[in-house]
């Protein structure tokens, strides 16, 4: 079982719709949690952390964590052009304290 | 706030020859990580360091690949020798500390030839 899983996408949704990035990981004790964006040819930015159960609202972006499922999900709504991009789920792992990255999921949003 | 500093940008050279990145983290980050990120992947672990010392490089090629931070900021990077499926970016990044969001540097993209 790879440590931190993506779906690669590619993910398709129409301008306006709510996109929906999902991230599983494989180490029970994790406690933090990022969501990454990657457009093409550049560095990945830091969209949202998460550090507890539960939802996390940041404008137009909701992660939502479920420990006791291992899964941290990403959500945007109202989703634009401009959101086409890789989204880049991380996991600080907590045997070895150091961070893993999942491979991305390509998110397209067609207007 | 200035950001992570990377150099240089782009570097081409030969299988067999030997290349080194540097990297200067924010101000004030103690925890800088170097990453490999080959193309349609997600970013690689190769080290991390808090401070001067090494958290984990469990992931780094040992046999071609070094790094340090002597003095627990800036970091350099090197492979010697370079082989074909080095070619990928290279990223560095840094936090406050290893529980806290990165902040990642431009990379250096690296062709072997």
């Known amino acids: 079982q790879k440590e931190v899983e993506q779906n690669s996408g590619p993910l398709s949704v129409p301008e306006g719709a709510i996109a929906s990035l999902n991230c599983t990981y494989s180490?029970?004790?994790?406690?933090?949690f990022f969501w990454y964006r990657q457009y093409s040819g550049k560095s990945p930015e830091l969209i949202m952390s998460?550090?507890?159960?539960g939802d996390k609202e940041d404008g137009r972006f909701t992660a939502q964590l479920n420990k006791a499922s291992q899964y941290v999900s990403l959500l945007i709504r109202d989703s634009q052009p401009s959101d086409s991009a890789t989204y880049l789920c991380?996991?600080?792992?907590?045997?070895?304290?150091?961070?893993?990255f999942g491979a991305g999921t390509r998110l397209t949003v067609k207007p | 706030e200035a950001g992570v500093a990377q150099s240089p940008r782009y570097k081409i050279i030969e299988k067999r020859q030997s290349v080194a990145f540097w990297c200067n983290p924010i101000?004030?980050?103690?925890?800088l990580y170097w990453y490999q990120q080959i193309l349609g992947q997600g970013p690689k672990l190769l080290i991390q360091?808090?401070?001067?010392?090494?958290?984990?490089d469990s992931q780094l090629p040992k046999d071609r690949f070094s790094a340090e931070r002597l003095k627990g900021v800036d970091s350099t990077l090197k492979i010697q020798p370079a082989k074909l499926e080095d070619s990928a970016v290279y990223l560095c990044?840094?936090?406050?500390?290893?529980?806290?969001?990165?902040?990642f540097g431009d990379g250096t993209r690296l062709s072997i030839l």
């Open positions: 990044a840094s936090s406050k500390n290893s529980n806290q969001p990165q902040h």
């Open positions: 180490d029970r004790g994790s406690q933090s």
């Open positions: 998460i550090y507890s159960n």
């Open positions: 991380a996991v600080n792992m907590e045997n070895n304290n150091d961070m893993r």
């Open positions: 101000s004030g980050h103690a925890t």
């Open positions: 360091f808090q401070n001067n010392g090494v958290v984990d």
